[in-house]
């Protein structure tokens, strides 16, 4: 299922909704008219656990078609908001999870380049989540690099402690992308949290698809544009830990919660590890994309 948080023209609100036949339906709505109360929150949807969705898609076959028509809007006419607009938690971010991207880091930041051992992790406030369509704030008091980086986001669906690999993916509820948006010049003794976690500094989006609709998360292309030259590109199955290792990794040091999200890491080609280094400037707009799930748009506006 392609789930969604919009809003319409006519309408601020946020609201849950998934595509079907190329619309928009209203999740709340759809509750209403199949006698099946549903919530109008993505994180209170994924409270209700994976099996919701199942539930949700046998209604969808049984309901006839015009029963779709008043509750449905046309995808050009809403606009879509991060899937998950305030997360609970900081975003888990996942550091130097590709070998290439782990090689020019070593060229041009202060890493080893040696491979990890284990997961490096980080984390973004849920001040830094943004959605697709809006500016990505580059405050110049703070940085002068600011750069790119596409990711595959994994959303957990249920409490986890000491995951084993083999049942990893039984705790996913589905993924979305996220853009990893770094102020290179903001580490502060090998400490990444102020280069990570400024405000707007998530892009995501922009819409959540549930793991039923990927049939391999480890063999999706990922890439990312600026200004419509390619910049990134490659595949989640270079990825050096995959989700199954991230999983029991993180679940091992802390409990994982329904609606947690995890960033996996971004491929090589970023603009600190180009020679020349390449960075964002006012006006730029940059475009990450993840086979299966979309592309999120974001333009920079320097303040």
Known sequence: ???????????????LGFIHNNQVIDMQDF????????????????DLGYEIIEEITDLIADTPENFF??????????????????????????????TEHIAESA???????????????FSKPPTTVTATNTEI?????????????????VIISKKGKYV?????????F????????????????????VSKGQDTFAPMGPILVTKDEIENPHNLNLSLKVNGVEKQNSNTKFMLFNINDLIEDLSTVFTLEAGDIIATGTPAGVGAGRDPQEWMYNGDVVEATVEGIGTIVNTVKEI
Not at 164 to 172: F, G, N
Not at 174 to 193: F, H, K, L, P
């Open 31 to 46: 509750g209403d008219v199949s006698n099946f109360p549903l919530p109008n929150d993505m994180l209170e949807l994924i």
């Open 69 to 98: 028509e008043e509750i449905a809007h046309e995808i050009d006419d809403v606009i879509f908001m991060a899937p998950i607009e305030k997360p609970r938690k900081n975003i888990i971010g996942i550091g130097l999870n590709y």
């Open 164 to 172: 084993p690999k083999s049942e990893a993916l039984d705790y996913v």
């Open 137 to 153: 704030i580059k405050n110049t008091k703070l940085t002068e690099q600011l750069d790119w980086e596409v990711e595959l986001a």
């Open 107 to 121: 060229r041009t930041l202060d890493t080893t380049g040696k491979l990890p051992a284990k997961p490096i992790i």
């Open 1 to 15: 299922m392609k789930l969604l948080t919009y809003t319409t023209k006519d309408n601020n609100e946020s609201r």
């Open 174 to 193: 589905g993924y979305t992308v996220i853009n990893d948006i770094s102020a290179r010049d903001c580490r502060r003794e090998g400490q990444w949290i």
